[in-house]
């Protein structure tokens, strides 16, 4: 892990928390952090303890072991001033849909001490909503209203945005559209932002960092870039006219290659992808591609976690 001053200095630390109901362990003294500025994935198979964690986050659930700090402050004992950092979006986002997006801000907002009229036109620019906040929230599509949450969420400044399963029914459009606003709030607002989602190819391009969670138990944390690229080496495809001739000349460098769907899959760095192309075309070898395919997050969450479906 980096030791930058942002993963030094993390927002949200979670220490060897448990959580028990009766004589079931539903999470088994799990530890990671959260830096600043940075969106953080939260992934897991069915049961893993996910939503309990995220509930034990927000308090909407008690620990039975361990401790969660927020902004230096500990959930447990002292949970106000802990849980001013949060903003958080749990399952859909409720809002009075005969009410316009603006006056839902404005009820919202009356809750707030010190929230006042520039701050809702603050979060209303910040998740591009300035052409429809005066429509009916009715009128909203889905995405409109996950972005509406968003804002209500964001109203009291807080240091850490929780969003559980956000993309849930959204489609390609609106995921984009949450993933660019997302982006925007760690880039420019240095908020950090929780997602749990079950959507792997989305987290991949959603997040800075994954922590993968089974039975309870973490199994990794990693930077994005670490899950797409171990090493200096990639996962290296030739497609060549005689691909058995290939593996042959291979196997007698002491290289380990394998051959799936008639093309030749090999191991390589970059000066050994060239080197490896010249060989084959001095020993009489038609290549007609050469390409890159790096493991995706979902190729390793499953090597991780075995098969089991996820949520």
Known sequence: ?????????????????????????????LSFVVPRGEVFGFLGPNGAGKTTTIR?????MS?????????GYSVRTHFEQAIRHIGAIVENPEMYKFLSGYNN??????MIPGIGDERIEEVIELVGMTNRIHDKVKTYSLGMRQRLGIAQALLHKPSVLILDEPTNGLDPAGIRELRDHLRKLTREEGISVIVSSHLLAEMELMCDRVAIIQNGKLVDVRLIKEFVREDGKHRVVYEV????????????HGIQA?????????????????????????????????????????????EMTGSDPIA
């Open 56 to 60: 034990m986050i927000v308090g909407l």
């Open 105 to 110: 801000l404005v009820h919202y907002a009356r």
């Open 1 to 29: 892990m980096s030791t930058s001053q942002e993963v030094a200095a993390p927002i949200v630390q979670v220490d060897r928390i448990s959580k028990r109901i009766g004589s079931k362990t539903i999470i088994d003294k």
């Open 258 to 302: 394998e051959v799936v769907d008639n093309e030749l899959v090999m191991q390589l760095d970059k000066e050994e992808t060239a080197g490896w192309n010249k060989r084959f075309v001095e020993a009489g070898i038609a290549i007609y591609g050469i390409r890159k395919s790096a493991k995706s997050l979902e190729d390793q969450f499953l």
């Open 241 to 252: 006219d005689a691909v058995q001739q290939a593996l042959k000349i291979v196997s007698e």
């Open 63 to 71: 620990i039975s072991e361990g401790d969660i700090r927020i902004g």
